[in-house]
């Protein structure tokens, strides 16, 4: 089992940044891949950024590539999302979810684990 705990979420102006952290416990995150999607309001649920388990391999959604870095740290069992430059269209909720695999998807049912979400809003 794996519980995920999102933080960092806010309010900030376009072109800013922040950077939002998911705690995991459970003693399998060093197996885990892990992503981050999100939800606008009357939008389905998307792939934002994903990371294997050893954190050699990355993926971006196209929306993002350039602008936001996903990384872990296995010794803490976080992982993170640093965004940058950030545009209005980023507003969402972020979720972090971790797969019971080594290897990522960017299809949100191939995760097995969710975080409840830390609400994200840009303004211009």
């Known amino acids: 089992q794996v519980s995920l705990v999102e933080s960092g979420g806010g309010l900030v102006q376009a072109g800013g940044s922040l950077r939002l952290s998911c705690a995991a416990s459970g003693r399998t995150f060093r197996d885990n891949a892990m992503a981050w999607f999100r939800q606008a309001p009357g939008k389905e649920r998307e792939f934002v950024a994903g990371?294997?388990?050893?954190?050699?391999?990355?993926r971006y959604a196209d929306s993002v590539k350039g602008r936001f870095t996903i990384s872990r740290d296995n010794v803490k069992t976080t992982v993170y999302l640093q965004m940058n430059s950030m545009k209005t269209e980023d507003t969402a909720v972020y979720y972090c979810?971790?797969?019971?695999?080594?290897?990522?998807?960017?299809?949100?049912?191939?995760?097995?684990?969710w975080g409840q979400g830390t609400q994200v809003t840009v303004s211009s």
């Open positions: 979810a971790a797969r019971a695999a080594r290897y990522g998807s960017t299809y949100s049912y191939d995760y097995d684990y």
């Open positions: 990371i294997s388990a050893s954190g050699t391999i990355t």
